[in-house]
């Protein structure tokens, strides 16, 4: 039987592929070649660990395949073979998916390079499926492409970005269908990337050390996955509510586990006052309205009247 020396032994268990990278960097091209696929340009503050661990499962997982056949079998030295051909070499996983986690960190230091340091939620230009919206400034497109360029992961998406426009917006948020999505804004959407917002994500992004999240990180402080696919829900049954004849709708907005609603005019009102009776029947017909809803049972509601405005106020339990 073969005994483990005794280093050996305690560094079994802990080993990450970070670590396991960061002892075969130095010194070995090839190496550095397969990282840089992945990686990009690294900077300096951040440890090589760390930004390997950060990752997505799937380019971790083909970042070790890559270094388990270096290290079995070497580069393999082929003769090159010359031929005519119509077929398009397959791309692997990694380059027809999205970016992912590991894209999402560059994204964001992307977007603290460009000054927005904290961005913050935009409640009133929220998409409709979207609960929570990061948009930052206009900022010139050909610096957004220079900047982009810069990093490996969001290389790829240079060429998707609208430069018809002069300026664009970078942006972030959280999905009605629980994911994160991120990318650029010109008069469309162009999405780079997203993830699954499960509860092992949230508390990674808390963990993030980047000032343009802090805004998102106070939102997401008190919230696990299932409340935010129930905000989804919310959200998107919300939008076939209709309380009446109506002059106008509020932005919803998400404040404290609490998703507010708004309708202006609806009723019978007497100087910015609704009728009493009005009100009580506005509440009930809500109610009904929500029962069949698989979230009725999961928030508080309060329904309120002020200035001409009906406000809906669904709390999480």
């Known amino acids: 039987m073969k005994i483990k020396k005794y280093i050996d032994f305690i560094n079994e268990d802990v080993q990450t592929l970070g670590t396991r990278v960061e002892s075969l960097y130095d010194g070995d091209d090839y190496v550095k070649n397969i990282v840089n696929r992945f990686l990009g340009e690294i900077p300096s503050d951040v440890r090589l660990s760390n930004a390997v661990n950060l990752l997505s499962e799937d380019e971790q997982d083909e970042m070790k395949s890559l270094l388990d056949d270096y290290e079995s079998n070497g580069i393999q030295e082929k003769e090159p073979i010359v031929a005519f051909s119509t077929d398009i070499e397959p791309l692997t996983e990694s380059e027809i998916t999205p970016g992912g986690k590991g894209a999402f960190?560059?994204?964001?230091?992307?977007?603290?390079?460009?000054?927005?340091?904290?961005?913050?939620?935009?409640?009133?230009?929220?998409?409709?499926?979207?609960?929570?919206?990061?948009?930052?400034?206009?900022?010139?497109?050909?610096?957004?492409?220079?900047?982009?360029?810069?990093?490996?992961?969001?290389?790829?998406?240079?060429?998707?970005?609208?430069?018809?426009?002069?300026?664009?917006?970078?942006?972030?948020?959280?999905?009605?269908?629980?994911?994160?999505?991120?990318?650029?804004?010109?008069?469309?959407?162009?999405?780079f990337g997203g993830f699954r917002l499960t509860q092992s994500v949230i508390k990674w992004i808390n963990t993030l050390e980047l000032k343009s999240l802090f805004s998102f990180k106070k939102e997401l402080v008190n919230l696990n996955q299932k409340d935010v696919l129930t905000l989804g829900d919310i959200k998107t049954d919300m939008s076939t509510y209709d309380p009446g004849y109506s002059e106008g709708t509020m932005c919803p907005t998400l404040t404290d586990k609490v998703i507010s609603f708004g309708f202006k005019g609806?009723?019978?009102?007497?100087?910015?006052?609704?009728?009493?009776?009005?009100?009580?029947?506005?509440?009930?017909?809500?109610?009904?309205?929500?029962?069949?809803?698989?979230?009725?049972?999961?928030?508080?509601?309060?329904?309120?009247?002020?200035?001409?405005?009906l406000y809906i106020h669904l709390k999480l339990k």
Do not use: H
């Open 105 to 191: 960190t560059s994204f964001l230091k992307v977007m603290t390079a460009l000054g927005q340091k904290d961005v913050a939620p935009d409640m009133e230009n929220c998409p409709d499926d979207f609960i929570l919206f990061y948009p930052s400034i206009m900022i010139e497109t050909k610096v957004v492409k220079t900047i982009l360029g810069r990093y490996r992961s969001l290389a790829r998406f240079v060429e998707d970005v609208d430069y018809t426009q002069n300026e664009l917006r970078l942006y972030f948020g959280l999905r009605c269908d629980g994911d994160v999505e991120y990318g650029a804004l010109a008069e469309e959407r162009s999405r």
């Open 266 to 309: 609806v009723g019978r009102w007497d100087n910015g006052i609704l009728d009493e009776g009005e009100l009580q029947n506005l509440k009930s017909n809500f109610v009904a309205w929500m029962m069949p809803r698989k979230w009725s049972q999961k928030v508080l509601i309060s329904v309120k009247a002020s200035s001409y405005w």
